[in-house]
């Protein structure tokens, strides 16, 4: 079966850079459209970045955007989430997603069909 696996997490300060990998395993990647999502205490999950099978379309949650960068290697079977200028509201759980037949990015949790288990991401000011 599909098995998607975070790693990268940890604790930074506020202005560090992590870079989060996401390793799909049980079936094609290419076949996927990929996304990270976040999830803090007591809020809903939200949508970091989204990237289409190619990696030729990718999107972006407004607080992000000119910070993070989401890119994938169809050849290693990996999805990527490199942070940078990390702020203490970017502290959350982090989760990778697949979403099969990834034509498009895909934008909604719903439609994604298998998820990680997430990595901890913690920002200290």
């Known amino acids: 079966q599909v098995q998607l696996v975070e790693s990268g997490g940890g604790l930074v300060q506020a202005g560090d850079s992590l870079r989060l990998s996401c390793a799909l395993s049980g079936s094609s990647f290419s076949a996927y459209a990929m996304g990270w999502f976040r999830q803090a205490p007591g809020k809903e999950r939200e949508l970091v970045a989204a990237?289409?099978?190619?990696?030729?379309?990718?999107d972006y949650q407004d607080s992000v955007k000119g910070r993070f960068t989401i890119a994938r290697d169809n050849a290693k079977g990996t999805v990527y989430l490199r942070m940078n200028s990390l702020k203490p509201e970017d502290t959350a759980v982090y989760y990778c997603?697949?979403?099969?037949?990834?034509?498009?990015?895909?934008?909604?949790?719903?439609?994604?069909?298998?998820w990680g288990q997430g990595t901890q991401v913690t920002v200290s000011s």
């Open positions: 997603a697949a979403a099969v037949g990834g034509l498009r990015v895909i934008l909604t949790p719903s439609q994604y069909d298998y």
């Open positions: 990237i289409n099978w190619s990696g030729g379309d990718t």
